[in-house]
């Protein structure tokens, strides 16, 4: 496989469940990202490892939780969501060439992970 | 803060249409800029890029020109394809920071 692969691609979970979405990346990039695409927002990012740092989002609730195990794979652990958080969830990965984030970042995303909380 | 304006959508035009999505940007410093296109179903992509003020990223028929005195990076297409209907993202990275504007839809009727 090429490029950045997520699974699964569509989800539907109550919102006392657990679940994860997982994100792999075959570029050899250094950084990974997750981002949250609703409907007439802007995206969100969510969060970012690199090889040096991670970053968050400060306002993202504690009932979403990142791994990043080693370069090439990331997940999302959901747990107690709510309806609107349902959302297209992008995973994304580039290639920082400091270890910090460069001003020209280019990110590569996969298809997304589609999530329904009822 | 950093932020990045777009206009709203969606956009609907006639294919061979002149195309112009308009992007403006807050930024302290000087950010990279970029077009991402989302194709239904798909993940964003990478369009064109500028990394410095008067640059012109171009690619598959469009353009965008950095103009730091405008604060702005209008995406511009001189004759649109029905394969062209997609979400067009503008954004801006500097430093730690890449931000999206909030996506503009374009519909291209045959």
């Known amino acids: 496989e090429t490029g950045v692969t997520q699974t699964p691609r569509h989800l539907v979970m109550g919102m006392t469940n657990k679940k994860s979405l997982k994100c792999e990346q075959h570029l050899g990039h250094n950084a990974m990202y997750w981002y949250k695409q609703s409907a007439k927002k802007p995206l969100e990012l969510m969060f970012v490892?690199?090889?040096?740092?991670?970053?968050e989002n400060n306002s993202v609730p504690s009932r979403f939780s990142p791994e990043c195990p080693n370069s090439s794979h990331l997940f999302l652990h959901l747990h107690t969501l709510q309806p609107e958080d349902s959302a297209l969830y992008l995973c994304?990965?580039?290639?920082?060439?400091?270890?910090?984030?460069?001003?020209?970042?280019?990110?590569?995303f996969g298809a997304g992970s589609r999530l329904t909380v009822l | 803060g950093d932020s990045v304006t777009q206009m709203e959508g969606p956009v609907t035009l006639s294919e061979e249409a002149f195309l112009t999505i308009n992007c403006t940007y807050t930024a302290t410093g000087y950010p990279s800029l970029f077009w991402y296109v989302q194709y239904p179903g798909e993940g964003l992509q990478l369009l064109l890029k500028a990394t410095k003020a008067d640059d012109k990223g171009s690619n598959k028929g469009f353009e965008a020109t950095y103009r730091k005195e405008t604060t702005s990076f209008h995406l511009e297409k001189g004759s649109v394809q029905v394969s062209d209907s997609a979400v067009y993202f503008c954004a801006s990275s500097s430093a730690s920071k890449i931000i999206f504007g909030s996506g503009t839809r374009l519909s291209i009727r045959p």
């Open positions: 994304a990965s580039s290639q920082v060439l400091t270890g910090r984030l460069s001003g020209a970042n280019v990110l590569t």
């Open positions: 490892y690199s090889l040096e740092e991670r970053v």
